[in-house]
C-alpha cells in the first residue's frame, strides 16, 4: 500500500443545509430510502447553515471512528454503513508523490477512516442538521476516496444516508426525483437553478422555544404511511401537479405561485402528520401565531409577500419575495416576537448585511416599531417565544475547503482536533 512511516491522509469539505418547499414525506422502501413522491428544496446559505467534513484515512487506523461536533458517536448506524459502502465500492487509486502514499483501488476496502463533523449551526435546533451532515459526508468521502461519479449519483448515495440529504448535493432549487426502479438506482436529486437564478428571495428562520421531544422525521413518517389514508391522497394525486406548477414557479420566479405553492404543500404535510394514527404534532403555538401572521399580511396585500414552511418541529421557515418585503416582515416578526434578553446581536443570527438593511440596530429600535396595520389586536405580544432568528438567502451546493484552517481532523495523530 504506502510506503514509509504511517501517514494520514485527509479531505475536508463543507455542505450546506436545505428546505423543502414540496415535502418529502413517507417512504415506499426504508432500507434504501426511497420516497413516496418527488420532493423540491431551497439549499441555503452554508455561511448560514452547513456542515464541514474532515475525513481521513490511514494505515495505522484499526477501526472507522466519529467525531460530531468535537464529540465522538457510535458509528454503528446502518445509515453510515450505507454510504460508507457504496462509496468504498466506487474508489479509486490515489497517489500522492511528494509524500510516497499510493494506496490501490482495492485497498480501499481495508482501510479505515476517521470522521469529524461540525454545523455551523446548533444541533438541538431542529434544523436538518443530517442533511447537511449526509451530503457532506458522502462528497468528502467521494474526495478522499478519488471517486468519479456525478453528482447525481452522489446525490443516491446521500439519500441513503437521510433522505433530504440527496437535495443538499446542490446549491439553487433542487429536485428529488422519486423514481421507479425497485434498487433505487434512478432515486436521485437534480439541480433545477442554481442559486444565482432567484437571488432576491431572502430566507428568515424563527428558531421557535420549545420542550417538547419532537417525533423524528424517520419515524413519523413511517407512522404516516402505515396509518394515513390521507397520504396515498397527497402522494398520487396531489404532489404530482404541484411538483409541476412549482418547477414552472421557479423557473419563471413567478413568486406569487412560489408563495401559494410552499404554503399549502407544508400544510398539507403537517395534515398528513395529524391523519397519523396516533397523530403526530410538529407545529405548536407559535407557529401557527407565524401562519396567522403571514396570512393576514398576504391577505391585507391581497399577494402574497411572504412564503411559509415547516418541517417536522415548530421553527418557521420564512421566504420574502426581496429584501424590501423582508424589511416588512422582520418589523413585524420583532414586533409580534420581542428578544427576551436585551441582546439583539445572539437574537438576530446570520446575514448581518439584510439586518441592517431592515434598519433594525438595537432593541430601543424594536420597542418603537409600529403595530403591523393588518393586526385586529396590536398589543399582543410574545416575548421569548422564538429563540432566535437566522437570516439568510439561496446559497451554493458542497466544496472542497483547502485550507489547513478548515481541517477538523489532526495529520499527525488522525484524531478530531
Ligand atoms: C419534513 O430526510 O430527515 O424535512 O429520510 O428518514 O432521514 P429520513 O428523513 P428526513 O426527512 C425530512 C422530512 C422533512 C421534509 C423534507 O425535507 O422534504
Not at 198 to 226: C, F, H, P, Y
Not at 233 to 240: E, G, I, K, L, M
Not at 405 to 413: E, P
Request: glycine fraction near 6%; hydrophobic fraction near 35%.
Amino acid at each position: 500500500m504506502a510506503t514509509g512511516a504511517q501517514w494520514v491522509l485527509t479531505a475536508t469539505g463543507r455542505s450546506p443545509t436545505n428546505i423543502a418547499v414540496i415535502k418529502y414525506w413517507g417512504k415506499r422502501d426504508d432500507a434504501l430510502i426511497l420516497p413516496v413522491n418527488d420532493s423540491i428544496s431551497v439549499t441555503l446559505d452554508p455561511d448560514h447553515l452547513s456542515a464541514t467534513t474532515t475525513v481521513a484515512a490511514s494505515p495505522a487506523f484499526p477501526s472507522d471512528r466519529m467525531w460530531l461536533n468535537g464529540k465522538e458517536i457510535a458509528l454503528s448506524g446502518g445509515r453510515f454503513q450505507s454510504c460508507l459502502r457504496e462509496i468504498r465500492k466506487r474508489a479509486r487509486d490515489v497517489e500522492d508523490e511528494k509524500r510516497g502514499i499510493k494506496i490501490k483501488k482495492e485497498d480501499w476496502e481495508k482501510l479505515h477512516v476517521h470522521i469529524a463533523s461540525y454545523n455551523n449551526f446548533p444541533t438541538a435546533a431542529g434544523l436538518a442538521s443530517s442533511a447537511a451532515g449526509f451530503a457532506c459526508l458522502v462528497f468528502t468521502l467521494g474526495k478522499l476516496m478519488n471517486v468519479n461519479e456525478d453528482y447525481g449519483e452522489l446525490s443516491s448515495i446521500a439519500r441513503q444516508g437521510s433522505g433530504s440529504a440527496c437535495r443538499s448535493t446542490y446549491g439553487g432549487f433542487v429536485k428529488w426525483c422519486m423514481g421507479k426502479n425497485d434498487d433505487g438506482s434512478d432515486s436521485m436529486a437534480v439541480q433545477l437553478v442554481d442559486e444565482s437564478h432567484w437571488d432576491d428571495l431572502v430566507i428568515i428562520i424563527a428558531v421557535v422555544s420549545s420542550k417538547q421531544k419532537e417525533t423524528s422525521s424517520t419515524s413519523g413518517m413511517r407512522d404516516t404511511v402505515e396509518t394515513s389514508p390521507l397520504l396515498q391522497y397527497r402522494a398520487q394525486t396531489v404532489v404530482p401537479g404541484r411538483i409541476l406548477k412549482m418547477e414552472e414557479a421557479i423557473k419563471n420566479r413567478d413568486f406569487e405561485s412560489f408563495a401559494r405553492l410552499t404554503c399549502v404543500d407544508s400544510n398539507q404535510f403537517h395534515a398528513v402528520c395529524l391523519d397519523t394514527s396516533p397523530p403526530i404534532f410538529y407545529m405548536n403555538d407559535t407557529s401557527h401565531r407565524i401562519i396567522s401572521l403571514v396570512e393576514k399580511w398576504n391577505h391585507s396585500e391581497g399577494t402574497p409577500h411572504v412564503a411559509y414552511t415547516f418541517d417536522a418541529g415548530p421553527n418557521a421557515v420564512l421566504i420574502a419575495r426581496n429584501r424590501k418585503t423582508d424589511t416588512l416582515l422582520l418589523q413585524r416578526l420583532l414586533y409580534c416576537f420581542p428578544p427576551q434578553e436585551n441582546d439583539l446581536d445572539s437574537y438576530m443570527v446570520g446575514d448581518k448585511s439584510i439586518l441592517s438593511g431592515a434598519g433594525v440596530q438595537s432593541i430601543a429600535d424594536i420597542e418603537a416599531l409600529p403595530p403591523p396595520p393588518e393586526m385586529k389586536t396590536p398589543n399582543q405580544k410574545f416575548k421569548g417565544d422564538v429563540s432566535y432568528f437566522i437570516c439568510s438567502r439561496p446559497g451554493a451546493g458542497p466544496k472542497v475547503l483547502t485550507e489547513e484552517s478548515h481541517t477538523l481532523i489532526d495529520s499527525a495523530t488522525g484524531l478530531a482536533k
